[in-house]
């Protein structure tokens, strides 16, 4: 463990797709099972090695899955939860969708990536319906990934579009989960959140200061 | 001999099915899913159906061609919207079908406990969320739980890979999906597959879905 690991590091811009899913790959323990949510959360597989010993599960019922399939690979029956073709590793395994979701509620699964609208400084996460009038909700496995893993890691900016802050005092959108993610993981910044506290672990081209002017209303400690 | 009937094709598989049946459709995607069984549904004509599958149809073709023939009453699903379900955002949004929406860990936990027998149970998902309203709730160590009752089809469509002539069933990686518990959920279980193997055929310790949950079998697609 490096404890003199800086936390501010301003002598670089924010950290690339790449970078960022390259520092979540960083922590995710050897030998953990993770369920990677759809989009960004995805491209954390590209850094977890085979020596690594991860397992990447899919809710749609598959442990051991590997990368997206190309050419011949292709097989219309082994698909990802965002339905696109995988291929399986060796020693994967197949399983129905309420033993799937049992594996994830029941506590099995140690880390679970997901993205988010927002994310309340409590832990609680807001992903899967922007309560707009006109929306179709669709929920999908959202609500048993953040119920069920060990640890739920939210790979978000911090600001969106509009520079509204994503990480609030309080979701102003519908709730997915309850006091559940335990990091958030931005091109600027990782942040922790425990006992209703966050807690600033790395900034990348900005500074804790920064961060503080961006995200009123919160109390943000650096590690 | 056993009870399961073997149909000559998907039109004879699907007779019966009476209007305001629920109807357990299995399939994440195009994996798994009872595409010809389905069709067979759409020329059987029943009306004011409740469908139970994952998603609410894709494209023009399948579910989405029994919901724009307005068949379908209403939906239980987990994931509604997709970049190709224009067929159910229309008729969501022209409020001509009704949406239950359901986190798919519930889904098919309501589908299993169907199928087992299970009167109702203790659930965390989605506690303190907006789908939990009008839900019993109770504090499980600490925990809010939902309470949620196990949803029992009338027919469920299941597409799996083999069957043998006794009515066991094998699945093909991830197509597997809703197949198992919806095929044990359904009053009456109608499946395809894409063979049918002898007796004896199966190992007995890869079967998947047991022939006393398999009524009806039809074989579909190309022989090999």
């Given amino acids: 463990m490096n404890l003199e690991r800086t936390v501010e590091h301003t002598d670089r ?20 099972y993770v369920n990677l949510g ?36 292709i097989d219309p ?26 594996m994830m509620r029941g506590g099995h699964l140690d880390v679970c990536v997901l993205g988010a609208y927002q994310v309340a400084v409590n832990g609680d996460l807001a992903n899967w319906h922007t309560g707009a ?17 060990k640890a739920v890691f939210v790979v978000m900016p911090l600001l969106g ?36 506290e966050a807690v600033v672990e790395e900034t990348w081209g900005t500074t804790v200061a920064e961060l503080r002017e961006r995200l009123p209303g919160l109390v943000l400690r650096e590690r | 001999m056993s009870r399961t009937r073997f149909l000559d094709d998907a039109d004879a598989a699907v007779a019966g099915v009476v209007d305001g049946s629920t109807v357990l459709i299995g399939g994440f995607g195009a994996a798994g899913q009872p595409v010809e ?18 998603n609410a149809g ?66 965390p998902t989605g506690a303190g969320t907006p789908l939990a309203e009008g839900k019993e709730t109770r504090v499980i160590d600490g925990r809010e739980h939902l309470l949620e009752f ?45 063979d049918v193997v002898p007796t004896g055929g199966l190992d007995p310790e890869v079967v998947v879905t047991p022939a006393i949950h398999v009524d009806r079998v039809v074989r579909v697609g190309v022989a090999a």
């Avoid at chain 1, 029956?77 to 060796?90: H, M, Q, R, S, Y």
């Avoid at chain 1, 990091?183 to 209703?196: P, Q, W």
Wanted: hydrophobic share 45%; proline share 6%; with cysteine.
């Fill in chain 1, 13 to 32: 811009g924010p950290l690339s797709k790449d970078e960022l899913a390259a520092r979540v790959a960083r922590d995710i323990p050897d030998g953990a």
């Fill in chain 1, 133 to 149: 009038p006109d929306a179709i909700p669709a929920v999908g496995g959202a609500m048993d990934l953040a119920t069920g893993a």
């Fill in chain 2, 58 to 123: 894709n494209g023009d073709v399948g579910l989405a061609a029994l919901l724009a023939a307005g068949r379908v009453r209403k939906i239980v699903c987990s994931f509604p919207r997709q970049s190709d379900s224009w067929v159910f955002d229309e008729l969501y949004r022209a409020g001509r079908i009704e949406l239950e929406l359901v986190p798919q860990g519930t889904l098919a936990e309501r589908l299993r406990a169907a199928g087992a027998g299970i009167g109702a149970f203790y659930c």
């Fill in chain 2, 37 to 54: 069984l389905i069709d067979a549904l759409l020329r059987q004509g029943a009306r004011d159906l409740t469908v139970v599958n994952n």
């Fill in chain 1, 38 to 73: 759809i989009g960004r959360p995805t491209l954390v597989a590209d850094h977890l090695t085979p020596e690594s010993g991860v397992v990447l599960h899919t809710e749609n019922g598959m442990l051991g899955m590997g990368r997206a399939a190309v050419g011949d690979e």
């Fill in chain 2, 150 to 194: 196990p949803i029992h089809g009338d027919v469920a469509l299941v597409k799996a890979h083999l069957a043998d002539e006794f009515g066991n069933l094998v699945y093909r990686k991830t197509a597997r999906n809703f197949g198992p518990v919806m095929a044990a959920a359904a009053r009456t279980s109608v499946v395809q597959v894409s």
């Fill in chain 1, 77 to 102: 029956d082994l698909v990802n939860a965002g339905k696109i073709p995988v291929v399986e590793t060796p020693g994967a395994s197949y399983f129905h969708h309420a033993d799937s979701f049992a």
């Fill in chain 1, 161 to 196: 579009r509009d520079s509204s802050p994503k990480l609030v005092p309080t979701c102003t959108y519908p709730l997915t989960g309850v006091r559940c993610v335990s990091r958030i993981y931005s091109e600027d910044a990782v942040v922790s959140l425990a006992g209703g």
